[in-house]
T-cell receptor, first 114, second 112 residues
């Protein structure tokens, strides 16, 4: 158990809908990262927040947004969902924002868009 | 453009023998490398890391070797155990950003 929690574990929805994925980092960690794992793209970095502020952005679509709240939990919002958004979404956390820190991953949310 | 590549999608090894997993990278800015293990229906679990100032790091049965000139790293698992059967990902990061760039993974099967 990494100490990172993600809810829900599974999500099934329809195209065009909007969903919210939630992540709670390990106790004491200030950074939260979101990754997407799809069959054809592997594990891809989406976005990072550090202590409530956006720190780094990766291949995140404009239809996707995230935020980190004062209690340090984070939410990833996916809107206007398409079939291709079906994937595993992982959250990870680390103590700080240095690039040489270990990121600890949650169990993921499996999203299926029908 | 795949900046981190694991060219062997799968590896089968006998219990007790050595497992060697390879990873190549193209971005010379990468200077911190990690290996993660992933079981089905779970998130990646951190195994071991290495900074570019070192060429070897050891933690129990796991050793990571880094060859900067070849832009190559490898993970050795000795001795391999059935519980090591999983998908292994190498990942890299650089001072330019906090994100991890992952390889495609190598599925390891350790046979009893």
């Amino acid at each position: 158990d990494s100490g990172v929690t993600q809810t829900p574990k599974h999500l099934i929805t329809a195209t065009g809908q909007r969903v919210t994925l939630r992540c709670s980092p390990r106790s004491g960690d200030l950074s939260v990262y979101w990754y997407q794992q799809s069959l054809d793209q592997g594990l891809q970095f989406l976005i990072q927040y550090y202590n409530g502020e956006e720190r780094a952005k990766g291949n995140i679509l404009e239809r996707f947004s995230a935020q980190q709240f004062p209690d340090l939990h984070s939410e990833l919002n996916l809107s206007s969902l398409e079939l291709g958004d079906s994937a595993l979404y992982f959250c990870a956390s680390s103590v700080g924002y240095r690039y040489q820190e270990t990121q600890y991953f949650g169990p993921g949310t499996r999203l299926l868009v029908l | 453009d795949q900046q981190v590549k694991q060219n062997s999608p799968s590896l089968s090894v006998q219990e007790g023998r050595i497992s060697i997993l390879n990873c190549d990278y193209t971005n010379s800015m990468f200077d911190y490398f990690l290996w993660y293990k992933k079981y089905p229906a779970e998130g990646p679990t951190f195994l071991i890391s290495i900074s570019s100032i070192k060429d070897k790091n050891e933690d129990g049965r796991f050793t990571v070797f880094l060859n900067k000139s070849a832009k190559h790293l490898s993970l050795h698992i000795v001795p391999s155990q059935p519980g090591d059967s999983a998908v292994y990902f190498c990942a890299a990061s650089s001072p330019a950003g906090n994100k991890l760039t992952f390889g495609g993974g190598t599925r390891v099967l350790v046979k009893p």
